[in-house]
């Protein structure tokens, strides 16, 4: 089952999706003193093109330069990362078929949100 929401996520959405956290991520390169927040925004594209059976966990090590990070995240990507978010969600919720599409896009914007501080791991 995860397998089918995985290629039926990607067509619709994902890889739009992973397009867009990939710009901000070489936006993010390119200005030398942000390569912390492109390495988050490519592993979170990474986690946008399939995302079913796989989950973000907090990482225990993370401390106030993640939630400094975090605060210069929300304001220069992330709010824009998390409307794009929002807007598929809704899209996605139209049909039945989306609906659990929609619900993970959902599940996509705390970690768009503040992405410093955050691990994806495997589910079992």
């Given at each position: 089952m995860r397998l089918i929401l995985n290629v039926i996520w990607l067509v619709?959405?994902?890889?739009w999706m992973a397009v867009?956290?990939?710009i901000a991520g070489v936006i993010c390169c390119i200005l030398i003193i942000t390569i912390p927040w492109g390495l988050a925004s490519f592993r979170?594209?990474?986690?946008?093109?399939?995302?079913?059976?796989?989950?973000?966990?907090?990482?225990?090590?993370?401390g106030t330069a993640?939630?400094?990070?975090?605060?210069?995240?929300?304001?220069?990507?992330?709010?824009?990362?998390?409307?794009?978010?929002?807007?598929?969600?809704?899209a996605?919720?139209?049909?039945i078929i989306g609906i659990p599409l929609g619900i993970a896009n959902f599940k996509?914007?705390?970690?768009?949100?503040?992405?410093?501080?955050k691990v994806i791991v495997p589910l079992p």
């Open positions: 619709l959405c994902g890889f867009g956290y990939a979170i594209a990474n986690y946008a093109l399939w995302p079913f059976g796989r989950t973000v966990v907090d990482r225990p090590t993370a993640s939630l400094i990070g975090n605060v210069i995240w929300i304001v220069v990507a992330g709010i824009w990362l998390a409307i794009g978010h929002v807007v598929t969600g809704i996605l919720c139209v049909t996509l914007i705390p970690v768009s949100l503040v992405p410093l501080g």
